[in-house]
């Protein structure tokens, strides 16, 4: 499969915590990028980080990439009530320009 | 830029009609993908499109579905005749090339078949 698989399904956390969501990928990839749907909008792009970044950083949002795991890591840090949403992974293989999205992890923050 | 703008946003038909949902890319933008989401199967990548020639449709879940893109600002997803399990939203998304795929979704058309 080319997908990324997120991790938690569903999380839920307290307004003002963080919060970690995992993606987990198969194959070598050229990029990968996060995704946060809102209930019944499109998807919208947060964040792209490059197969040679392990970090990258964009206001509160902290996104890992460990390469040699396959796998990375989406930090929401002081998370507020707007944050609720689903966030999804999307790892790009051999361009850039096919990408299959896993099921997505649903974040709510309880006010 | 209005974004990637897709009609109708909502759709109710009867099974065995013809659908067929509509979008209009980011101005400038060269690659124009079309996705389904469901709950049961999640967002499932169709077809997508490269300055306008179909690239991959190896999505596309049967011969029911087809796609055009007749021009650079104009996309088709028609399903025909359409059944109760092709309910479903379907986004359709733009990105340019050297953006690294940075994709901009619309705010796609939920059908219903019924």
């Known amino acids: 499969s080319q997908q990324g698989e997120e991790d938690p399904q569903a999380l839920s956390i307290q307004e003002g915590e963080n919060a970690t969501m995992n993606c987990s990928y198969k194959t070598s990839i050229n990029n990968l990028q996060w995704y946060r749907q809102n209930s019944g909008r499109g998807l919208v792009h947060l964040i792209l980080i490059r197969s040679n970044e392990r970090e990258k950083h964009s206001g509160r949002l902290r996104v890992t990439l460990d390469t040699s795991k396959k796998s990375s890591s989406l930090l929401i840090t002081a998370s507020r009530a707007a944050d609720t949403a689903s966030y999804f992974c999307a790892p790009s293989m051999d361009n850039f320009n096919k990408f299959y999205f896993g099921s997505g992890t649903k974040l709510n923050v309880k006010p | 830029d209005a974004g990637v703008i897709q009609s109708p946003r909502h759709e109710v038909t009867e099974m065995g009609q013809e659908v067929t949902l509509r979008c209009k890319p980011i101005?400038?933008?060269?690659?124009l993908f079309w996705y389904r989401q469901t709950m049961m199967r999640g967002l499932e990548l169709l077809i997508y499109f490269n300055n306008n020639v179909p690239i991959d449709d190896s999505g596309m879940p049967e011969d029911r579905f087809s796609a055009k893109m007749p021009n650079a600002s104009f996309s088709t997803l028609k399903i025909q005749p359409s059944e109760p399990r092709d309910s479903a939203v379907y986004f359709c998304?733009?990105?340019?090339?050297?953006?690294?795929?940075?994709?901009?979704f619309g705010s796609g058309t939920q059908l219903s078949v019924l």
């Open positions: 101005s400038g933008h060269d690659y």
């Open positions: 998304a733009s990105s340019v090339t050297g953006t690294g795929g940075k994709l901009f």
